[in-house]
């Protein structure tokens, strides 16, 4: 199956610094991807829909200055988590659109300390 | 907005019998998928099922589109010990794109 490759896998930072995490389709171009976090033991919660060349759709109670969105090319989209708190510790991942499917990214663990 | 449904929400096993969960919605979809997500990974695509009526096997896995373009299911034979994880079902159409709740499955020896 196509690959996305999400990087980075575990990050660890300082309460009021920013992070960048990186998603990308590497055999395939992905007009469209998504951001998901997930909390310990329940289901992916969508965050926002990514799409190239655009700005990106958040879903409702999700802070579009909080949690910034680059979708510059098609096959890269970055999610940056600005001024980070300990509440946004959590498990994000993304998704990238094939023709037919979604493939997922392996997830990044953010600890915020 | 769109919603799945899937179920049961989590379930036990013993190791060698079979599995079945369903995924349900309101709305029609055109492709559905289904994933499975093993702790601390992202979920990894099963089987992808493009046709109503449709059934499709990808070893000792079995997915069905249903009829009415509204459910689907997943069945699991003769369950091992790495099958332990969440699946996902999710619906397609287009660019849009909507995931079940997940059902997870346990597997005692």
């Known amino acids: 199956g196509a690959v996305v490759s999400q990087h980075p896998s575990r990050v660890i930072c300082k309460s009021g610094t920013s992070v960048k995490i990186e998603c990308r389709s590497l055999?395939?171009?992905?007009?469209?991807m998504f951001w998901y976090r997930q909390f310990p033991k329940q289901s992916l919660m969508l965050m926002a829909t990514?799409?190239?060349?655009?700005?990106?759709?958040?879903e409702q109670g999700v802070e579009k200055d909080k949690f910034l969105i680059n979708h510059a090319s098609l096959t890269l989209s970055t999610l940056t988590v600005t001024s980070a708190h300990p509440e946004d510790s959590s498990f994000y991942i993304c998704?990238?659109?094939?023709?037919?499917?979604?493939?997922f990214g392996q997830g990044t663990r953010l600890t915020v300390v | 907005g769109q919603q799945l449904n899937q179920s049961p929400q989590s379930m036990f096993i013993q190791e060698g019998e079979d599995v079945s969960m369903n995924c349900t919605s309101s709305?029609?979809?055109?492709?559905w998928l289904w994933y499975k997500q093993d702790p601390g990974e992202g979920p990894v695509l099963l089987i992808a099922?493009?046709?109503?009526?449709e059934l499709t096997s990808n070893g000792r896995l079995t997915a069905q589109f249903g009829i009415t373009r509204k459910d689907s299911f997943l069945n699991i034979s003769a369950s091992i010990p790495s099958d332990v994880g969440i699946y996902f079902c999710?619906?397609?159409?287009?660019?849009?794109?909507?995931f079940g709740p997940g059902t997870r499955l346990s597997v005692l020896p």
């Open positions: 998704s990238a659109m094939g023709n037919l499917e979604a493939f």
């Open positions: 709305s029609i979809f055109n492709t």
């Open positions: 055999d395939f171009q992905a007009t469209t």
């Open positions: 099922l493009y046709k109503a009526g």
């Open positions: 990514s799409n190239e060349g655009s700005k990106a759709t958040y």
């Open positions: 999710a619906g397609q159409n287009g660019q849009n794109f909507v």
